[in-house]
């Protein structure tokens, strides 16, 4: 099929890729003239596992192209594909200014059939104004349908996320909106929901707060844990093996961060008070996540006592492993914590962007773990990178001026560090 994304961000490379790969010509377009030039030459404007390799090989195999015109996306494909930015505004609702754009300048372009598929995260009702807009701007009067199509793709493991998803849903108003999409899908083999578009917006908000409920859920227990001495890793695991609960997204930590979660939580909220529903559960969702970070910094204190002066090693910056993204990133938070306790810092994460190194202006980024140990009154792991499992905790320990370590992903077993001479404090480990 040919098929139009616009907006060249990280939903948009990825969609992209993945649907050239199974057989499609694409054409990924961006306003941003510097990112498109860039991605022309093959730079690649985010770091994710596999993207690069997967962008080249269809690049070279012509079935994926990339440009700036939203006219040309409009006459060339049968299917477009929404994937631009829905920040957050100040007051928490989603910002969509930049759908509002494109769909005018798609209702102005296109001479023929086309399908007009949300995939950035919208406010339900969002495919409706979708709908009106391009009616309203429509030039050559023409059939179109719009349809609603939400990713589920994380950071870090998008490519296979795209490829083996555990369902695909597909929000549509009319039988060939619905079929052409199914057909689209079909490689995957994946179960398809098809139902009508506010459902589809609305599984997508859903599903994250969901999740980000688990997080928040499990680090509530997790601050029991640590009073009552039990260990929040066994709690998880015995909860977890209840099918109807599930492991996943039980993982005590910093709380959650990204382009997402805190992004649709805020939208999700504002949703549901404009159509006059107080959703308290979100709330307590987000105001114990954002507690989390000042809980990890009273541990921290607890180690160290007076952290002013001290120096203190942060292991992880990015949001989550395998990414270099640190939009609201908790690393960021607990840095600038204590930074104004008078810490001074050493930082190293295997991925820091340029735009991490302006976010963190005045703080020694290191090359590589080991530098970043040398001298510290205690380190600090803040992202749960494999690198970091893998430390060598003998050269560690010699390097560190003091051997205290916080965990704040829980990846080390507390007796091994204990026993190789660690004070070592967890989430949740009852310590
Ligand atoms: C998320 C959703 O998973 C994805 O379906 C959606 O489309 C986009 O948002 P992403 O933000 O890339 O993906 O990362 P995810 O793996 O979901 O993690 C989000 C945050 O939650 C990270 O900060 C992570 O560290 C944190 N997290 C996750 C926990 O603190 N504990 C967990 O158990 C799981």
């Given at each position: ?10 939903v ?67 299917i ?11 007051n ?13 300048n ?74 052409i ?18 459902s ?77 529903y ?53 690393s960021l ?99």
């Amino acid at each position: 099929m040919n098929i139009s994304i616009v907006g060249s961000g990280y939903v948009g490379l990825v969609t992209g890729a993945c649907l050239a790969e199974l057989g499609n010509r694409v054409l990924c377009v961006d306003s941003d003239l510097t990112k498109t030039a860039g991605l022309k030459k093959g730079i690649i404007p985010i770091y994710e596992p596999g993207l690069k390799e997967l962008i080249a090989q269809n690049v070279s195999k012509k079935r994926l192209r990339f440009g700036s015109s939203i006219e040309e996306a409009a006459k060339v494909s049968e299917i477009i594909f929404i994937a631009v930015g829905t920040p957050s505004m100040d007051n928490g609702e989603a910002d969509l200014t930049g759908i509002e754009n494109v769909a005018r300048n798609i209702a102005l372009h296109m001479d023929g059939y086309r399908l007009i598929v949300e995939k950035s995260t919208v406010p339900v009702e969002t495919g409706s104004w979708v709908k009106h807009t391009i009616s309203t701007y429509i030039k050559k009067k023409t059939h179109f349908d719009v349809a609603s199509n939400p990713e589920f793709l994380r950071e870090g493991s998008a490519i296979s996320d795209f490829m083996h998803p555990d369902r695909i849903v597909v929000g549509v108003e009319s039988i060939k909106a619905a079929n052409i999409l199914k057909s689209l899908y079909k490689p995957l083999n994946a179960p398809i929901v098809v139902t009508n578009i506010k459902s589809a917006e609305l599984i997508k908000h859903a599903s994250n707060a969901f999740l980000a409920t688990k997080i928040s859920f499990i680090n509530a227990i997790s601050r029991i844990c640590d009073k009552v001495g039990a260990d929040v890793l066994e709690v998880a695991e015995g909860m977890g093996l209840d099918r109807r609960i599930g492991r996943e997204f039980l993982n005590a930590g910093l709380g959650y961060g990204g382009s997402c979660f805190p992004k649709d939580l805020d939208a999700f909220i504002s949703i549901a008070e404009k159509i006059g529903y107080s959703f308290d559960l979100l709330k307590s969702v987000r105001h114990i996540n954002a507690e989390q970070r000042a809980f990890v910094l009273k541990k921290i204190k607890d180690v160290l006592w007076i952290i002013k002066d001290k120096t203190i090693a942060v292991l992880g910056l990015a949001f989550k492993p395998d990414t270099d993204d640190i939009r609201n990133a908790p690393s960021l938070g607990l840095i600038r914590m204590l930074e104004a306790e008078g810490a001074a810092l050493k930082i190293y994460d295997p991925q820091v962007s340029s735009k991490a190194r302006d976010a963190l202006k005045g703080v020694r980024v290191c090359k590589d773990p080991y530098e970043a140990a040398r001298g510290a009154d205690c380190l600090v792991v803040v992202t749960e990178w494999n690198e970091f499992k893998e430390l060598d905790f003998a050269k560690v320990k010699k390097l560190l001026k003091r051997p205290l370590v916080v965990d704040c992903r829980n990846i080390y077993d507390p007796a091994a560090m204990k026993k190789m001479g660690f004070t070592y404090v967890g989430v949740g480990r009852g310590l």
